[in-house]
C-alpha cells in the first residue's frame, strides 16, 4: 500500500474525475454476463493539494492519470452482478492504490431503465 496522506479536518481539498467510463461485466441478468458493459463513475476524492500547489511538484500531486489507468485496468477484469459490489470493491482500490481515505463515488449505469437517462448508486466511504 502506498504511504497513507494524512487529510485533517481543516483540509476541504477534493480531487476529482468526471465521467470516467469504464467497461466490465456487470448485472444480474444472462445476457448481461456474456457482455461488456460501460459505467460512468463520478468521483471526489479528499487530498490535500497544498504540497503539490506550493512546490509545483507533480510528485506531490495526485497522480489521477495513472489512477484512472489503475481503475480501467481492473474494471476490465471484473465481473459482478451488482453495482454496489463494483462500488465496495473500487473503493478498497483506490484507498489501497493511492491511499486514498475519504472517497465519494457515483455510478451511472445508463441503459439499465427504459427511458431514463441513468440509474446508480452515490455512495461515500472512510477509510
Not at 470493491?89 to 451511472?108: K, M, P, S
Request: charged share 25%; hydrophobic share 40%.
Amino acid at each position: 500500500m502506498p504511504e497513507q496522506q494524512t487529510v485533517t479536518n481543516r483540509t476541504t481539498d477534493k480531487v476529482f474525475l468526471e465521467g470516467l467510463q469504464v467497461e466490465t461485466v456487470i448485472g444480474a441478468y444472462d445476457w448481461e454476463r456474456s457482455i461488456r458493459q460501460t459505467l460512468w463513475l463520478d468521483l471526489t476524492l479528499a487530498f490535500d493539494c497544498r504540497p503539490a500547489g506550493t512546490s509545483d511538484d507533480l510528485a506531490k500531486a495526485l497522480d489521477y492519470d495513472a489512477l484512472s489507468k489503475q481503475i480501467r485496468a481492473w474494471a476490465s477484469e471484473q465481473s459482478f452482478e451488482l453495482i454496489e459490489t463494483f462500488g465496495e470493491q473500487l473503493c478498497t482500490l483506490i484507498y489501497e492504490f493511492a491511499g486514498i481515505r475519504d472517497i465519494q463515488l457515483r455510478i451511472n449505469k445508463r441503459g439499465a431503465v427504459a427511458d431514463c437517462a441513468g440509474v446508480g448508486i452515490h455512495i461515500k466511504r472512510t477509510f
